[in-house]
């Protein structure tokens, strides 16, 4: 008797389950979306507007214009926004603006908060 004979004489062709077999059902996984962050710059004294621009430009893949309007926002309420990403994204970004501050010798300040 093949296998296909012994399913049907079992009874699966009714749509019962065969002698000993288990049901199988499928959980929908929980996806949870991650917690966001806010990238700011904060204004100081020193370090010079073009490179305010140029910092944008190069880590937050901002044209010129927009740029040069978040280092204008910076300057004038002392913090701006440059853009919002995943905790690990964000924590880069930092890292990534403060070392090259550092390298060009300029006090320019990054910070992350939760959005």
């Known amino acids: 008797m093949t296998r296909y004979q012994r399913f049907m ?3 699966a062709r009714d749509g019962g389950p065969e002698r ?15 917690s966001l962050y806010r990238v700011l710059l904060l204004n100081d004294d020193y370090t010079p507007m ?8 190069r880590f937050f893949h901002k044209g010129r214009e927009e740029a040069t309007r978040i280092m204008l ?28 501050a550092k390298q ?8 992350m908060e939760k959005k």
Request: hydrophobic share 35%.
């Open 20 to 34: 000993g077999a288990g049901v199988i059902t499928r959980t929908k996984p929980q996806v949870k979306k991650p």
């Open 50 to 57: 073009e490179f305010v621009v140029h910092v944008i430009e």
């Open 73 to 100: 926002h910076v300057h004038n309420h002392g913090v701006g926004e440059c853009g919002v990403f995943t905790y690990e994204v964000a924590e880069t970004k930092v890292s990534q603006v403060m070392d090259f």
């Open 9 to 11: 004489q079992s009874g």
């Open 104 to 111: 060009h010798q300029h006090p320019l300040q990054c910070v």
